[in-house]
């Protein structure tokens, strides 16, 4: 077994995964999601820690489960359309402790600039693209600065799951055009696997983190989706074992994170790899 450069872990994993609690499968409530939240930010696993992902509409319960000390890295979800999310922008104005840092929408259509010129200074917008839509609406988000893809991995019905030809597809023509993404839904694992209860196949994120390596490297298609398909986490471990920093940086310049429901799944699955230290003492 060979060794990893730790530079190269840190780099590849930062802040990787979105806190997605509030959203299904785990729907965890709010006042049970908040804490979890500010804890794992405590822990010894933080640096892999992203934002918290709240909808728009739940934005009322959040606030007062906030000290007036404590500070939470938001991700809103536009779950009340572009008129809603531009409504929260200014409510969220005056509050202090929540630091918006990115919003994600499904595609707006022709309110695709309208919602680009209100964003808030250094805000990222993640747009939902849906494979089948990919080659119309992708280019749309060519060459805009703080607008980005997102793609979703699964849900809960197996037509929610794209097949890793079309993952493979999304992250080779987000690189062609040089743009960022992320992911939602079905990535708890690390590893592609079958789930045991649903009978579907699940993609894992390291797959999908080293398809990106793939394609920002210039691969083609196929050969993403061939990383895409394997189930042995053990090869998986040691191709992530050779990766170099400048290979992590390239990876994390095209596929910027993940959203899930669980914070520990991915961190007990990275570990059982391998591919993490233990955690940092407080």
């Known amino acids: 077994m060979s060794t990893a450069d ?34 794992h930010d405590a822990g010894g696993y933080s640096g892999l820690l992203g934002r918290f992902l709240c909808p728009v509409s739940k934005l009322a319960e959040l606030k007062p489960l906030l000290d007036p000390d404590e500070g939470l890295r938001l991700g809103l979800i536009a779950d009340t359309g572009v008129d809603g999310l531009l409504a929260a922008f ?86 062609d055009l040089e743009i960022g993404l992320k992911c939602t839904a079905g990535l708890h694992n690390a590893v592609r696997h079958t789930d045991a209860e649903t009978g579907f196949a699940h993609h894992g994120f390291l797959n999908v983190l080293l398809a990106a390596e793939r394609a920002s490297d210039g691969a083609q298609i196929e050969d993403a989706a061939v990383v895409l398909a394997l189930a042995d986490g053990a090869d998986l471990a040691e ?36 591919l993490l230290p233990d955690p940092l003492s407080h």
């Not at 730790?6 to 990787?16: I, R, T, Y």
């Not at 499968?25 to 049970?32: F, S, V």
């Not at 197996?158 to 493979?168: D, G, I, R």
């Not at 992590?248 to 520990?264: E, P, V």
């Open 6 to 39: 730790p530079g190269a872990l840190g780099v590849l994993f930062a802040e990787l995964i979105d806190d997605a609690a509030l959203f299904p499968p785990g729907d965890a409530p709010m006042a049970e999601a908040v804490p979890a939240h500010l804890a």
């Open 90 to 175: 200014a409510e969220l104005e005056d509050d202090d402790r929540l630091i918006l840092e990115a919003v994600e929408i499904r595609h707006p259509g022709d309110r695709l600039a309208e919602l680009e010129g209100r964003l808030p200074y250094g805000v990222e917008a993640y747009i939902e693209i849906a494979p089948a839509d990919m080659r119309s609406l992708l280019p749309t988000l060519a060459g805009r600065e703080l607008l980005y893809a997102k793609l979703r991995t699964g849900g809960l019905t197996a037509e929610a799951f794209p097949t890793p030809l079309a993952v493979a597809e999304f992250l080779v023509g987000c690189a």
């Open 239 to 274: 191709r992530v074992k050779a990766l170099t920093v400048e290979d992590a940086a390239r990876t994390r310049d095209l596929f910027h994170g993940y959203g899930s429901c669980s914070f520990q799944e991915p961190i007990d699955d990275l570990s059982g790899l391998g």
